[in-house]
């Protein structure tokens, strides 16, 4: 009987309420928000502000949200010598502080790595210190880092006023948790790590070069085919995708590579690489459709940047699909529902947060379903609005 009994209350509760879900995300004024959208129907909903609150610092720039244990940890881009990295607890109410613990500052990322399942320590990059630096976990008020390495290169790049030094961006593990990845701006580089998973210790691995100037930012990997894997590099300062082989060693304690395969900028493969006024901020991929935003480019009209869709082939290159409306002006962060019916567009200068539909057949974003203005506005070019926007959408439980 329990199936029928199922059925007719998810019918009922279709029948009497509108869908609600969650989001979360940071404002570099200080602030870190819930949202809650409510869809009418697929096409049409309401985002609004659930809770507020701060604690992150004076530039809370980037969350990681641990979905199983609920645990978000909050990253601050404070520039002016300290900083905080903080770790709280989302419930139903909103988020709770655990732990709040003081940095140098300036980290612009941060991710957990190490341990059994990949939640012991915490690496964060340091844009302007050129550091990389990493916390064993929880977070505490009196935490320190483990390792703070320094990066430092001979010259500027070939973009002088980006790449003046290097800029780690972020760090993310590999998806056997042995390895950490390096995105460097300044450097020109995908820097690898060899991960001691008891200890946390990072130790330096040949380091990859992207083509000059392109300026790496964030990196995803993904697997396609016959479980073959590939990375792929959001490159900010060229606004283009890098394609890259991963080359796993084939004997423990060697290291990871990777092999550029094919760059293709973000308005296609006739556009010449390297725009000096577009700046690209995040990557993402959903089945077999990978998106990358660019800011600044005003391909809409004034203040709606552009989503370059790629479509990734059999071998796992990408073909230029098309470019979407971001309905922002520089969109820094966006990521998609589990569905990937929906993505949720952080606008940074406009401080705005737009919900586009995706069309699950062909990976196009589409139409405008919400959008909310979370003031304060920022500045132009400034590092002010919205930083960083994520879902959350915990497993429905079955009784
Ligand atoms: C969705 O809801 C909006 C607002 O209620 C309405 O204007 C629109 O016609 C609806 N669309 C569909 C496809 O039902
Ligand atoms: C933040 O929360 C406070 C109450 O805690 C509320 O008064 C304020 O309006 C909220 N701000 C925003 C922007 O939602
Ligand atoms: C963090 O705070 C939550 C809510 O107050 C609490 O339930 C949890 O035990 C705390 N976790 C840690 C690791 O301190
Ligand atoms: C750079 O991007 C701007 C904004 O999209 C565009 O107007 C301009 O034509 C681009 N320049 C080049 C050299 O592609
Ligand atoms: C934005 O693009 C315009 C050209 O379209 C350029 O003049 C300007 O410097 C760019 N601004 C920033 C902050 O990147």
Redesign the pocket.
């Known amino acids: 009987m329990a199936p029928i009994t199922s059925i007719l209350l998810t019918g009922l509760s279709l029948a009497s309420h509108t869908l609600a879900v969650r989001l979360l995300g940071t404002h570099f004024s200080g602030q870190i928000f819930t949202y809650e959208l409510a869809l009418n129907n697929a096409t049409s909903g309401a985002l609004s502000i659930t809770t507020n609150t701060t604690g992150c610092g004076v530039t809370p720039t980037w969350l990681h949200f641990d979905e199983a244990t609920r645990i978000v940890y909050c990253i601050d881009e404070s520039w002016q010598g300290s900083g905080v990295l903080t770790q709280w607890t989302l419930g139903a109410k909103g988020l709770s502080l655990n732990a709040s613990a003081a940095t140098p500052g300036n980290s612009v990322h941060g991710s957990t790595y190490g341990g059994k399942d990949g939640r012991s320590f915490l690496v964060t990059s340091e844009y302007s210190p050129s550091t990389l630096t990493n916390y064993k976990l929880p977070i505490t008020a009196s935490s320190k880092p483990i390792q703070t390495l320094q990066f430092t290169q001979a010259a500027p790049g070939p973009r002088p006023d980006r790449q003046d030094k290097p800029h780690p961006h972020s760090a993310f593990t590999d998806p056997t948790g042995a390895f950490l990845i390096v995105p460097d701006l300044g450097a020109d580089l995908t820097r690898i790590f060899k991960i001691n998973k008891d200890t946390g210790v990072l130790t330096a691995c040949p380091a990859i070069s992207s083509l000059p100037g392109d300026g790496p930012r964030h990196g995803l990997f993904n697997k396609i085919g016959y479980g073959q894997l590939k990375y792929y590099s959001l490159n900010e300062v060229s606004s283009s995708v890098g394609v890259y082989d991963v080359i796993y060693p084939s004997s423990d304690g060697d290291c990871l590579s990777l092999k550029l395969g094919q760059t293709i900028s973000n308005y296609g493969p006739s556009v010449p690489l390297g725009n000096v006024?577009?700046?690209s901020a995040e990557i993402r991929i959903v089945g077999d459709s990978l998106y990358a935003s660019n800011r600044?480019d005003?391909s809409f009209g004034f203040e709606q940047d552009s989503i370059a869709t790629f479509k990734i082939g059999s071998t796992g290159a990408l073909t230029f699909v098309e470019l979407a409306n971001s309905y922002s002006y520089y969109p820094r962060s966006f990521s998609f529902n589990k569905a990937g019916t929906y993505v949720a567009i952080g606008g940074q200068t406009t401080a705005n947060i737009a919900i586009v539909a995706r069309d699950t057949k062909t990976g196009k974003l589409g139409k405008l379903v919400a959008n909310l203005l979370v003031p304060p506005r920022g500045t132009?070019?400034g590092e002010d609005g919205i930083s960083s926007i994520i879902w959350d959408e915990p497993e429905k439980r079955h009784n």
């Open positions: 006024s577009v700046k600044n005003s132009y070019g």
